[in-house]
């Protein structure tokens, strides 16, 4: 394969960083030698991403020579173990873990492009499985091939090749790679596609696949006009994070699904396979119903909620209601939302602070509300915690886990999202600290 092809959509830069997920199986290691070629020629930094699952014994053995892989070419090898699964759907859990380990090494790096090696058969796959199960429009599409993430793209070169291609690449290059035992139970309902679906329909036309990625292309092409008309919508229809259902209900019935479907992305992006026909109707009906105050429970603890003339999504905070962590870099919140230090920032925003390390005493904390809190205001005065989640309509539920920032004197610096402080600072002052919400 030629990197050349493989690659053209990139802009790639010399020292830039690739992240890679790497199971040590034969498509993910056609991707780890291919990277390698690359690295050659645009001198790139790569690393390498590899999670041992806990289900096969052969596990620790791949481990090993994938790492033994990794030194032999000088890339640096990231790695975890999960130890424990919480329910029954095991590719989806595994799933959120596996990409919260990538974003995880990513930040970690500074890394600008993430890579795995799915390919056109997954793609034929994933397609197939929804249609049988009914998705979102974009759902239908199976996956792109490139996703932008705001700090870094996910890029799946292979998706243009066949399984048969890579492995016959492996054999050609003499690539090291194990076999995943796994794939061959029919427990899993992606398995039984592969086995019994995609031969049937490769023997009707060897080239099938490149016709579903067609399909895949027109869908997300057809997706994207209605998504420009929703874009119109949503700027009627949403105020601070919420929808209105009064404006909501004057739209379209298609741009109100296609509203609905927006929003979910925000909670499932890339994993849209979590959500159906189904869960779409849900949310339908919560909106229309006569009841002023009602829920809904949505895949991966997510909670739809409508309030009299709102509605709006958010996480099942399961057993928490205090935390405190010492604030680094990049810090992953309890209520899904991150926290992070930047070396520019343009926006002046409630989810945007500057601070001057000469006015506050570190190191800095984020932790939950606690009796008495107040915040003195940029600008002058001091206002209740209390007051500040009743003016900005912030539910019971949300204020049990909304971060507060505080220096180690414990005093509130920054409500993200929310409120800041005295301690903010304009563009033209001194500041040497910058921190986004998101």
Not at 111 to 118: E, G, P, Q, S, V
Not at 120 to 146: C, H, N, P, V, W
Not at 166 to 187: F, G, M, Q, R
Not at 392 to 403: A, S
Request: hydrophobic share 35%; aromatic share 10%; net charge negative.
């Amino acid at each position: 394969m030629d990197t050349k092809t493989l690659y053209q959509d990139l802009d790639l830069k010399k020292g830039d960083i690739i992240v890679f997920g790497c199971s040590y199986g034969p498509d993910s290691m056609a991707l780890f030698h291919t990277l390698l070629k690359l690295r050659e020629e645009k001198d790139i930094r790569l690393v390498c991403a590899h999670i041992n699952h806990g289900k096969r014994l052969a596990s620790e053995q791949e481990r090993k020579d994938l790492e033994e892989y990794c030194i032999e070419h000088q890339v640096p090898f990231e790695y975890m173990k999960i130890e424990h699964y919480g329910d029954d759907n095991f590719h989806n859990e595994a799933r959120n873990i596996r990409y919260h380990f990538f974003e995880e090494v990513i930040m970690k790096y500074q890394a600008k492009y993430l890579m795995t090696a799915h390919h056109g058969d997954d793609l034929m796959e994933t397609i197939l499985m929804r249609i049988a199960r009914g998705t979102t429009l974009e759902g239908y599409s199976g996956f792109k091939k490139q996703i932008n993430m705001g700090d870094y793209i996910i890029y799946r070169p292979f998706i243009e090749k066949t399984k048969e291609e890579l492995l016959e690449y492996d054999e050609k290059n003499h690539i090291p790679y194990a076999i995943d035992s796994s794939n061959n139970s029919n427990v899993y309902t992606r398995n039984r596609y592969r086995k019994e679906v995609l031969p049937f329909l490769k023997k009707e036309d060897p080239n099938i696949h490149e016709k579903f990625l067609k399909f895949s292309i027109t869908i997300q092409k057809a997706n994207s006009y209605i998504e420009r008309e929703t874009t119109k919508a949503l700027k009627k229809v949403i105020f601070h994070d919420r929808v209105l259902i009064n404006k909501f209900l004057e739209q379209d019935d298609l741009i109100q699904q296609t509203i609905l479907e927006d929003i979910l992305e925000n909670y499932y992006q890339d994993d849209l396979i979590l959500i159906n026909d189904h869960h779409i109707n849900l949310l339908l009906n919560l909106i229309k119903s006569k009841k002023a105050n009602s829920e809904v429970t949505l895949p991966n603890d997510v909670i739809a909620t409508k309030n009299y003339n709102e509605f709006y999504l958010h996480r099942i905070l399961e057993e928490i209601s205090h935390y405190e962590i010492e604030l680094n870099k990049y810090t992953k919140l309890p209520n899904g939302h991150i926290l992070e230090e930047v070396e520019q920032e343009e926006s002046n925003s409630n989810n945007i602070i500057r601070l001057s390390s000469k006015e506050i005493t570190l190191p800095l904390r984020v932790r939950t509300r606690e009796y008495g809190d107040i915040i003195a205001l940029k600008g002058g005065g001091h206002k209740k915690l209390k007051d500040v989640f009743i003016e900005k309509k912030i539910t019971p539920r949300e204020r049990e886990i909304w971060p507060i920032v505080v220096d180690s004197k414990n005093t509130i610096v920054f409500v993200p999202g929310l409120k800041k402080s005295k301690f903010d600072k304009n563009k033209t002052d001194f500041y040497d600290i910058i921190l986004r919400y998101k």
